[in-house]
């Protein structure tokens, strides 16, 4: 890892729009968890519905999305990665700095919020608050390997990253059973699964199963993306 | 080039344009039909037409399975399986991919390529231009949601359901399309012309879409049933753009809902009205006010 | 008549004077617009435009005011911006013929006209091609291009030499002069390069600060001053003292010797005066302003 290209890149990320929204958004999900807590009351089955439905399944995958491709989308579509490019830093490291940076972006605006609305609404009572966060926490790091991946793939990352979060993720996972088995919040709900002693998440997948699958992806993920890096083209538009 | 063909160029000569010159009105027209063109891929590359048509596709297939189904269970069904108004519900990730994808790519190319100057130094007011891209966006959701109603509807009137009883299903559907479009390409558009980053463009604009509706509906979900709070879930629908159009077409043309919790009561659905109707408004004067300082870049 | 008319016109920014009661008249022709970078040159282009506007003054362009009745100056303007402003991913041809849509012309028209003016600039089968893949001179064609599509009466290019090679600003300058020669369009030119508006332009406005420094005909800045410039191969100091023992007053210029041309004899007498030497006669040059020389004069910024 190159401390300059993680000093560069996360306060790329942190210099402008792109902050504001995510700051929002975290905000917006604690404003909701503190709703819920006054309207419903402590009610575990709706901390883990709502944390479930919200955080996991929506904010997670999309401040991923927007996080991993953010650290090296921009650069690469105004052609400014070339001045990286150009300095003895081996790609690998240049993608291996990035990838600190989006995963660590990701847990704070994500991972952590979710981790605080759980206690918000539930305390600290049956661990549910913890398990959310370390589904959280696992799910943020492995959407920032994949969308870091897929930004140094392609120029519309962000369109095809959000193809596989709605589409995958959301609509084929409900009717297709077999698809669940190859989801990411498949993977990370099996670890609120076991942290949890409330019966109240379940997840498909096995938590064996699921780590090794989460441990094969970030690492797969990270170390493709350096390789690709190595022979970038910077093409004309579209 | 100093060997240039010095003589063609003579011989030729340069011709006065003595023509039609268009006003703004026509100009206008094409700068809409230009960018409509353009939300469908159509007078670009290759590549921008895939996105557009693939959705387009998507969202005719479970139309066509409908009316296929309609057409073989004839005999035991009555009505289609799904009402025309809920299909753009059900629908609305497709409809919100289209809007994140399109609506960047509309306003950002201008405003990247700072081609911005060069429209606003013809005889074009901001407005209009505005008019243009909000007039082009709505429309091409229009299309894309009318699509599928269509062949939803050839494929009742094909099994012989009532017409009449169709026609005006239909009819109420098409028009709450129309809002339906608005909105989207109306908060789809402000949100785009903040940024002249495509990526981020089209990152935001999901983020804004997916994240309320999956917020909006979680949060109505648990206050209707777990509060058994119906007015409070209803009021709740406010504050995402798919069910504030759902909701608007809930209450006027009277579909069926498909939001958790409906607008709640006369009251609430006159707000749902006011409310769509404002937002409407509101990226309207927004986006005018975003071109009024870009052009003096 | 005046094509283009300022009063007054002023436009303030929060940390700086963009134009400071800058009143000019502009008449049909080339005329260059000088200044340093930041003189308001763009600044003065936008607001006859449209694009920005005045904090105080009144402008005109044919006779229409600029606030009043934009939209009918803008149908009959047309304008090449000094910064990038192309789309990457689109061809030259498609991209020019958008533009001449969006100046009203019905859309056979502006295929017609698109294919002409592509010509009359100077792109071929480049024209084809995405705009991304083009050099910085054909890029300045294109943008000259859609300035000129839709037949204006006026057109107002922003540094149209900017980023071009020796060559390449030599085949724009003489573009633009054959816009007003042939095409019988106004120009109205801006540069920070001083000598190559002197080579096209007939009506020369130098800015500086914001402030108009001098406005006339080129003819005027350049024409010939009434100096002799000797140089001499050798002895020089000698050849002087001859010459100012003859009764003229020789001013030194580094190798070079000034003196007043009031008649036809100082040619004789510097003749003689170089045989009498036996040195060589090296150059024999009448002297000609140049535009820099304004910008030396008026340091104080005094508007004229």
């Known amino acids: 890892m190159n401390a300059t290209v993680v000093r560069l890149t996360y306060r790329a990320l942190l210099g402008g729009r792109r902050a504001w929204l995510l700051l929002l958004m975290s905000v917006l999900l604690l404003a909701m968890a503190v709703l819920l807590r006054v309207t419903v009351g402590v009610d575990h089955q709706v901390t883990a519905d709502f944390l479930g439905a919200v955080a996991v399944a929506a904010l997670v995958p999309l401040f991923g999305l927007i996080v991993g491709t953010g650290v090296i989308g921009p650069e690469i579509d105004d052609g400014s990665i070339v001045y990286l490019l150009s300095k003895p830093i081996s790609r690998p490291r240049i993608i291996l700095s990035k990838f600190a940076v989006a995963a660590v972006g990701t847990v704070l605006f994500a991972a952590v919020p979710t981790f605080v609305a759980g206690l918000v609404m539930s305390g600290t009572a049956g661990r549910i608050a913890l398990g959310f966060g370390a589904a959280a926490l696992v799910a943020s790091v492995a959407y920032s390997a994949i969308f870091l991946l897929l930004s140094v793939v392609t120029r519309h990352a962000v369109v095809y990253g959000l193809a596989y979060a709605l589409i995958w993720e959301g609509l084929l996972g409900s009717f297709v059973p077999g698809a669940r088995t190859l989801s990411v919040q498949q993977w990370s709900l099996s670890l609120t699964e076991a942290i949890s002693t409330r019966d109240l998440v379940s997840s498909d997948v096995r938590l064996a199963v699921a780590g090794v699958l989460l441990a094969v992806v970030i690492v797969g993920a990270t170390w493709y993306a350096g390789q690709r890096l190595r022979v970038l083209s910077l093409a004309g538009e579209e | ?297 | 008549m005046p094509v283009i008319q300022t009063e007054e016109l002023t436009k303030r920014f929060p940390s700086t004077t963009a134009l400071d009661q800058l009143t000019i008249e502009v008449e049909p022709g080339v005329v260059g617009l000088v200044g340093a970078n930041g003189a308001g040159k763009s600044t003065l282009i936008k607001i006859l435009l449209g694009l920005s506007s005045a904090t105080s003054g009144r402008a005109s362009v044919f006779g229409l005011d600029v606030t009043a009745e934009g939209p009918r100056i803008r149908e009959r303007v047309g304008y090449m911006p000094e910064h990038d402003c192309l789309p990457a991913d689109v061809s030259a041809t498609e991209f020019v013929v958008h533009m001449a849509r969006m100046s009203g012309l019905p859309a056979d028209a502006a295929r017609e006209r698109t294919a002409d003016t592509l010509r009359h600039v100077g792109l071929y089968e480049e024209r084809y091609r995405p705009i991304g893949g083009y050099s910085t001179g054909m890029k300045q064609r294109v943008k000259l291009a859609q300035a000129l599509v839709h037949d204006p009466e006026i057109v107002m290019l922003d540094e149209p030499t900017n980023g071009l090679d020796p060559v390449g600003r030599d085949e724009m300058l003489a573009l633009i002069r054959r816009i007003w020669s042939e095409f019988g369009i106004t120009v109205l030119v801006t540069s920070h390069l001083l000598g190559e508006l002197e080579r096209i332009s007939d009506h020369v406005v130098v800015i500086d600060g914001g402030r108009l420094l001098r406005s006339s005909s080129t003819s005027e800045f350049t024409r010939t001053s009434q100096t002799l410039a000797v140089e001499v191969s050798a002895e020089a100091d000698a050849v002087g003292e001859a010459l100012a023992a003859a009764g003229l007053t020789v001013k030194r210029e580094g190798r070079l010797l000034v003196l007043p041309l009031d008649d036809d004899e100082v040619y004789d007498l510097v003749r003689d005066a170089v045989a009498a030497q036996g040195v060589g006669l090296i150059r024999l040059e009448q002297g000609r302003h140049h535009i820099s020389e304004i910008f030396g004069e008026d340091q104080g910024g005094a508007a004229r």
């Not at chain 2, 011989?11 to 003595?18: A, E, H, M, N, S």
């Not at chain 2, 012989?160 to 789809?188: C, H, K, N, Q, Y």
């Not at chain 2, 990152?203 to 209707?224: C, M």
């Not at chain 2, 009205?273 to 986006?287: E, P, Q, S």
Request: proline share 5%.
């Open chain 2, 1 to 297: 080039m100093t060997d240039s063909p010095a003589g063609v160029i003579h011989d030729i000569g340069y011709r006065k344009y003595d023509g039609p010159r268009l006003g703004r009105g026509r100009v206008t027209r094409a700068l809409y039909a230009h960018s409509l063109r353009g939300a469908y891929g159509l007078g670009r590359s290759a590549r921008a037409k895939v996105l557009p048509m693939l959705l387009l596709g998507v969202m005719c297939i479970p139309a066509f399975v409908i009316a296929v189904i309609a057409n073989v269970a004839s005999g035991v069904t009555t009505e289609l399986v799904l009402p025309y108004s809920r299909y753009v519900v059900v629908t609305q990730g497709i409809l919100t991919i289209f809007v994140a994808a399109q609506a960047p790519a509309s306003l950002s190319r201008d405003l990247r390529f700072k081609t911005v100057p060069l429209y606003f130094s013809r005889p074009l007011e901001r407005s209009d231009y505005v008019l243009a891209k909000f007039g082009a966006l709505t429309t091409a959701l229009f299309l894309l949601i009318a699509a599928p109603l269509l062949i939803m509807y050839i494929g009742a009137l094909l099994a012989e359901l009532p017409a009449g009883r169709e026609t005006g299903d239909l009819l109420l559907a098409l028009l709450g399309a129309v809002i339906f479009s608005a909105v989207f390409a109306g908060v789809g558009l402000v949100i785009a012309s903040l940024t002249a980053r495509r990526g981020f463009g089209v990152a935001a604009i999901i983020t804004v879409f997916a994240l309320s509706f999956a917020a909006v509906s979680a949060l109505q979900g648990i206050i209707r049933y777990e509060v058994d709070d119906p007015t409070l879930a209803g009021w709740l629908g406010l504050l995402s753009p798919i069910t504030l159009a759902d909701g608007f077409q809930t209450w006027v043309l009277d579909a069926s809902s498909s939001a958790v919790a409906p607008p709640p009561g006369a009251t609430g659905g006159v707000v749902f009205v006011l409310v769509t109707f404002a937002v409407i408004g509101a990226c309207w004067a927004l986006l005018n006010l975003r071109y009024r300082k870009v052009a003096v870049s």
